[in-house]
């Protein structure tokens, strides 16, 4: 499953170029896995309160071309790569059909102690979800 988020870029996340600066994107990963996971019914609250957190244990982004302010973005994202332990989210932004950017962050499934959990036992219902929407 793909879903796509929406940002249009504010001027504060722009530099001295006049382009959205490199580290802005991570943040609109953010946003755009947080919408995902919403969207699915698996909100970052709720699965904070099962007692589950997902830290990001690796983070990459390509940059192609630059998104500028006021350009209308779209972010896809999708479950690129899931294990009982750790989850990889794939990220596209795209202007106007033109893919500016493209990255992954990975999470571990760790509890309120930072210790790596199990999702498959810990909240198999959580753990289907997400697998039936992964590639």
């Known amino acids: 499953m793909v879903f796509e988020t929406f940002i249009t870029v504010r001027y504060c996340v722009t530099d ?8 802005r994107y991570f943040p609109y990963f953010e946003e755009a896995r947080c919408a995902f996971l919403e969207n699915v019914g698996a909100n970052y ?4 309160n099962a007692g589950i957190m997902l830290p990001v ?4 982004c390509k940059y192609h071309k630059g998104a500028k302010f ?20 794939g990220y596209n ?20 102690l930072f210790k790596p ?10 753990y289907s979800l997400l697998e039936s929407l992964s590639e």
Do not use: Q, W
């Not at 244990?57 to 990459?60: A, D, F, N, R, V």
């Open 45 to 48: 609250s709720d699965i904070e």
């Open 117 to 126: 959990v199990n999702l498959k036992k810990k909240n198999e219902k959580l």
């Open 70 to 89: 006021g350009d209308r973005l779209v972010i896809k994202t999708k479950i690129a790569g899931l294990s009982p332990i750790k989850i990889k989210f």
């Open 93 to 112: 932004i795209l202007k106007d059909g033109d893919l500016i950017c493209e990255g992954f962050t990975t999470h571990c499934f760790v509890d309120s």
């Open 57 to 60: 244990i690796e983070s990459y």
């Open 16 to 23: 001295k170029m006049g382009v959205v600066h490199h580290s």
